[in-house]
């Protein structure tokens, strides 16, 4: 059944394609069963059989072409400009480094950092805390969105 359905959907996508709904009569389409039992669709009926016609509601083509698609407005961050680009992607930056940093503080008991002479040490539960404080506000400045 599928199958005749998907047939009489070509055979009316064909006509609507070839501009052939001029009049009424060429709305019609003519559906017959062969000898073997095989059902035919067809804009002309089978010479010497008996076909059943179907008049099909297909619409009209149009005469006038459809309206163009404008191009979607740029987004307000398309139009900044690049200077201000540049310094929102070092924020961005700023702001991924600083919740990386945070994270790391607060997962790990025991952090070391490098100091101005380049040399590690761990940082006390008091330096900790102030690092912690510090991070939290830099995502604050910088993660504003």
């Not at 001029?22 to 010479?47: E, I, M």
């Not at 987004?75 to 690049?82: A, C």
């Amino acid at each position: 059944m599928f199958k005749y359905s998907l047939l009489l959907a070509a055979v009316m996508s064909f006509g609507l394609l070839a501009g052939q709904t001029k009049d009424k009569d060429d709305n019609l389409v003519y559906r017959w069963v062969d000898a073997k039992g095989n059902v035919h669709f067809s804009q002309t009926p089978p010479p010497g059989q008996k076909a059943t016609s179907l008049e099909v509601d297909a619409p009209k083509p149009s005469s006038t072409p459809p309206a163009p698609i404008a191009p979607p407005e740029p987004k307000k961050e398309d139009k900044l400009d690049p200077s201000l680009a540049k310094l929102k992607g070092q924020l961005k930056e700023a702001c991924d480094r600083a919740r990386e940093n945070l994270k790391t503080l607060t997962t790990f008991d025991r952090v070391r950092m490098v100091d101005e002479k380049g040399e590690y040490h761990l940082l006390s539960d008091e330096d900790k805390a102030a690092q912690v404080k510090q991070y939290q506000q830099q995502i604050k400045d910088a993660c504003k969105q």
